[in-house]
Nanobody, 123 residues
Framework: QVQLVESGGGLVQAGGSLRLSCAAS????????MGWFRQAPGKEREFVAA????????YYADSVKGRFTISRDNTKNTAYLQMNSLKPEDTAAYYC????????????????WSQGTQVTVSS
């Protein structure tokens, strides 16, 4: 069993930055791929970014490529999402997710989820 606890959301002006953290319990974090997803009111949950178990591969949605960076520190059992040049359309609840062998872009293939944190970008 893996528990994911997320932090770092908040309110920021357009053009600003935030860093989300996702701390995992358990000894198996280093064997899990991690993903970040977001869901805005009235919209479906969408893929944002993902990273392989050792950080060797990263994947991004086109909408965030070049602005967001996903990373992980397996010694701290933590994954991160650095968000720069934020736009009002980035406003959503953000979730981290983990699984040993997910299809990176597909939310339904991740077994473990955080509680979510709100990111609001004002114009």
């Amino acid at each position: 069993q893996v528990q994911l606890v997320e932090s770092g959301g908040g309110l920021v002006q357009a053009g600003g930055s935030l860093r989300l953290s996702c701390a995992a319990s358990g000894r198996t974090f280093s064997s899990y791929a991690m993903g970040w997803f977001r869901q805005a009111p009235g919209k479906e949950r969408e893929f944002v970014a993902a990273i392989s178990w050792n950080g060797g591969h990263t994947y991004y949605a086109d909408s965030v490529k070049g602005r967001f960076t996903i990373s992980r520190d397996n010694t701290k059992n933590t994954a991160y999402l650095q968000m720069n040049s934020l736009k009002p359309e980035d406003t959503a609840a953000y979730y981290c997710a983990g699984d040993q062998s997910p299809q990176y872009y597909s939310a339904t293939t991740y077994s473990y989820w955080s509680q979510g944190t709100q990111v609001t970008v004002s114009s």
